[in-house]
């Protein structure tokens, strides 16, 4: 198994929910951060949501509405929570660990160093 294992992905319909897991395995130790991005095809990746051990988060304005990321330390997993799923939410979700020292760059692919595998996301109409 890799750095992170994501699972929850599937195919839902329009306003459905789904809910992803990631969880990260010992080689990601000294990442304070964690995060969730998206990337469809012919797209850049997209930063969704992270969250960090001291308990700072931040989000995409594009999703704060319908999607939210939580944590479980003992287990080592963040979730992202995400409802009232639309068509163009339709990605591979990908996890990412890393250590990240500035909040504003919580969002930014390049600021993490382990990824998981990804988890793909359908939503149809």
């Known amino acids: 198994q890799g750095p992170l294992v994501e699972s929850g992905g599937g195919s839902v319909q329009t306003g459905g929910s789904l809910r992803l897991s990631c969880v990260a395995s010992?080689?990601?130790?000294?990442?304070?951060?964690m995060g969730w991005f998206r990337q469809s095809p012919g797209k850049e990746r997209e930063g969704l949501a992270a969250?960090?051990?001291?308990?700072?988060?931040d989000s995409a304005d594009a999703v704060k509405a319908r999607f939210a990321i939580s944590q479980d330390k003992a287990k080592k997993t963040i979730y992202l929570e995400m409802n009232d799923l639309k068509p163009e939410d339709s990605a591979m979700y990908y996890c990412?660990?890393?250590?990240?020292?500035?909040?504003?760059?919580?969002?930014?692919?390049?600021?993490?160093?382990?990824w998981g595998q990804g988890t793909r996301v359908t939503v149809s109409s």
């Open positions: 010992k080689s990601t130790a000294g990442s304070n951060c």
């Open positions: 969250i960090c051990g001291d308990g700072n988060t």
């Open positions: 990412a660990a890393g250590r990240v020292s500035v909040r504003r760059r919580l969002l930014e692919p390049t600021a993490y160093n382990f």
